[in-house]
């Protein structure tokens, strides 16, 4: 199967939110002086980001937005234009920086921040949010397909390990969409016993992976699965709390969550989309699909700025992925072949995907992004 794919741009480095002009031109100075890559974003940092980059240099309306969304980090610097103020000093310590410097008086301060390169951590996990660009789009499926590739991939490197499966990456698949089918169902689990998210209570905004892991339903020994629940009432689905516990627990556990986000983008959508590490948007190659794609990115886009889109066939008036995606303005991770006999494979029992299968093949091609690249961002000119 040929997939066409354009990878997200890549490589540690400073990560600058700043709006004064002056001191934006003084920290690319900088970065030139000290051979360091430099990315110039906007206030919507997404979690790869900030994670990653070696140094981050924020000003007051930045680290005050980054501090209501993001965790604290270390090698945070807040920088202004001229001596720090009340202001600046009350952002910095929302955000947890461990600098305010004022330019120009503190550039050889900020020189040697350049310089120093960051130890970066390889313990936490991924998060992967999975969202439909219009009605009908397959995320359900792909989000399915991503955490069974992960798994299988994980027990493939298990093996190699000497049979270590604690040697093996834990992946989570967590149903965000209350109206969906229901991911258990997907998988042909929903008859195996374990929680979902009714049954799940959050105290103190924790969840503990090893338990959790136990008490969830399993495909295979590597995939777990957190689905809503089904009953005569309202559909039940997580609450933004639980959903934020879940999600991290994951994460820290050194796993990877693939999160089916609805296209609502409810408060619990939207806090999944937060603490992604990509975002990925599922579309038909179709120009209806690619309308109503545009608006979902708009959206998508305020809440992270690091996602691709994964474009599915057929392609009934011809329309080419690469050109759909360069009218979105959005990388274009994998282009698939629809998936086929899917709906006969649903009704019989679940996802059945072979390596070769279409939808495996572009699930490979978005966890490359996830694993390869740690680093995605907007790189200044």
């Known amino acids: 199967m040929n997939i066409d794919r354009i990878d997200l741009p890549g490589g540690l480095g400073v990560l600058g939110v700043v709006q004064?002009?002056?001191?934006?031109?003084?920290?690319?100075?900088?970065?030139?002086?000290?051979?360091?890559?430099?990315?110039?974003?906007?206030?919507?940092?997404?979690?790869?980001?900030w994670a990653s980059a070696d140094l981050v240099v924020l000003d007051a309306d930045a680290a005050r937005e980054c501090a209501a969304r993001l965790p604290r980090r270390d090698r945070v610097v807040l920088v202004c234009d001229g001596v720090?103020?009340?202001?600046?000093?009350?952002?910095?310590?929302?955000v947890g920086a461990e600098r305010v410097l004022g330019v120009p008086d503190d550039e050889p301060t900020l020189v040697a921040a350049f310089s120093e390169r960051r130890t970066r951590s390889t313990t936490d996990g991924a998060v992967v949010a999975v969202v439909g660009g219009c009605g009908?789009?397959?995320?359900?499926?792909?989000?399915?397909?991503?955490?069974?590739?992960?798994?299988?991939?994980?027990?493939?490197?298990?093996?190699?390990?000497?049979?270590?499966?604690?040697?093996?990456?834990?992946?989570?698949l967590v149903d965000a969409d209350p109206l969906g089918g229901g991911l258990d169902v997907l998988?042909?689990?929903?008859?195996?016993?374990?929680?979902?998210?009714?049954?799940?209570?959050?105290?103190?905004?924790?969840?503990?992976?090893?338990?959790?892991?136990?008490?969830?339903?399993?495909?295979?020994?590597?995939l777990s699965v957190l689905a809503c629940g089904r009953g005569d009432g309202e559909p039940d689905?997580?609450?933004?709390?639980?959903?934020?516990?879940?999600?991290?627990?994951?994460?820290?556990?050194?796993?990877?969550?693939?999160?089916?986000?609805?296209?609502?983008?409810?408060?619990?959508?939207?806090?999944?989309?937060?603490g992604a590490d990509l975002v990925v948007v599922v579309l038909p190659a179709t120009v209806r699909g690619g309308l109503a794609a545009e608006r979902v990115l708009a959206r998508v886009s305020e809440r992270n700025p690091n996602l691709g889109i994964v474009i599915r066939g057929p392609a009934p008036g011809g329309l080419r992925s690469g050109d759909l995606a360069e009218s979105l303005r959005t990388p274009l991770l994998a282009s698939m072949r629809p998936e086929p006999k899917i709906d006969r494979m649903l009704e019989r029992g679940g996802l059945d995907l072979g390596r070769r299968s279409p939808l495996s093949v572009g699930a490979r091609a978005v966890l490359d992004v996830v694993t390869a690249q740690p680093h995605r961002g907007r790189r200044s000119a």
């Open 20 to 49: 004064a002009k002056a001191v934006v031109e003084c920290l690319r100075s900088i970065a030139a002086a000290t051979d360091q890559t430099f990315v110039e974003a906007s206030t919507s940092v997404g979690r790869m980001d």
């Open 84 to 94: 720090p103020a009340l202001a600046d000093w009350q952002a910095a310590t929302a």
């Open 136 to 172: 009908g789009a397959g995320a359900s499926s792909l989000a399915a397909a991503i955490a069974l590739e992960s798994a299988r991939g994980s027990a493939l490197a298990s093996a190699r390990a000497a049979g270590d499966e604690s040697r093996a990456r834990w992946t989570l």
């Open 187 to 222: 998988l042909g689990i929903e008859g195996k016993q374990g929680l979902r998210w009714p049954g799940l209570a959050v105290e103190g905004g924790r969840v503990f992976a090893d338990a959790l892991r136990a008490a969830l339903p399993s495909h295979g020994k590597g």
């Open 237 to 274: 689905g997580p609450a933004p709390a639980a959903a934020k516990a879940v999600v991290e627990s994951g994460r820290s556990a050194g796993g990877l969550v693939v999160c089916d986000v609805p296209r609502d983008l409810s408060t619990v959508g939207e806090s999944l989309l937060d």
